[in-house]
Structure formats: C-alpha cells, structure tokens
C-alpha cells in the first residue's frame, strides 16, 4: 500500500525550523570556536540551509543569538508573570524576580555562557529590559533602575564566568548578605 505524501510545511512552519537549525548550528558551532570564527557558510551548511535562508531571517549571527535569548526571555516572562499571578490569587508572596531570573540563567547555562563568550551586550540587554530605565522615568528613578540593572549584569557576568557553582538561591542570598554588610 503506497504511502500519502506528508503535507507541505507552511511557509510559517518552514520558517521556524530554519531559524530551529540555523540557532541550533550555530550554539554546536560556539562550543568549539568563537563567533568570529564561524563563517555565514559554514553556519549555513552545518544548519542545512542555504544563505538566502539565513538573510531572510538574521542581519547577522550575534541577531542568532539575539533572537534565541528573545525567545528564552519571552517564555521567563511569562512563567513568572504566571506563578506571580497564581501566588496573588492563591494569597501567598509571590516567588522574588531576582531568584527567579537566576535560576533562568541556570537553567539555560549553555546558551548564555556561549552569549557571555561570544557578546555579552545580550546578556546586557536581556537585563535592561527586566529591570533597567525607560525614557518615562523620573530621573531619580531611571538612575536607581540603571543601577540595580547594571549590578545584576555585574553579578550575572561574574557568576557565568566563575562557573556558576553556586545555585540561584545561594547567589541571591550572597548578594543580599553582601548589600546588608556594613561598611
């Protein structure tokens, strides 16, 4: 009996799982080599793809890693806006962002200790849109945001390239002991 041919992919669904390959070659790519190394080519050709495809999708392979960090952020955000939300109703305090993006961090160790190796400003960024300033501020405010923002980017940074032994729960209370520590 002769099998029906499987559907075509929609050009949505053929769109993601270029960007799936493309992200997934060139994470592999990173674990031997930095970003500047790889060549649009030899992304191209690990991912199986052709270089129009990434062109169409990516301005460049730091957007790669942009896009993937998005996706991640995208899905944090949504957890936590979710289990904040369900602690309210449920009259509990909700879980704290901080430990909560920390343990984001952990979770995705691989990929961003590639980001921090290869342009850490997304790391930066993903940060700054948590916690920083935006325009609308009052100064007092946008100063005091940019300084908590900056320090976790400080802490984050430190703690990828020590090697995140500590958990996010043990780095979130060194942080707290160390803000609390008299001078």
Known sequence: MKRPAP???????????VIEQITRALTGLLRAKP?????????????????ASFYRNFDSKEAVLQRQDEALLRRWQRDYDTAKARALTEGREPDNLMVSLLMFYKENR????????????????????ICGPVPEYANATAYAKAFIAYGIYGAVSEWIRRGMTESAEELAALLDQ????QP
């Open 178 to 181: 160390e803000k609390n520590r």
């Open 110 to 129: 691989d990929f961003y200790t590639l980001v921090y190796r290869n342009d850490s400003r997304i790391l930066l960024g993903t940060i700054l849109k």
């Open 35 to 51: 970003i500047g190394e790889v060549s649009i080519s030899e992304l191209c050709a690990a991912a199986g793809v052709g270089r």
């Open 7 to 17: 559907a075509p992919m929609s050009n949505e669904a053929r769109n993601s799982y």
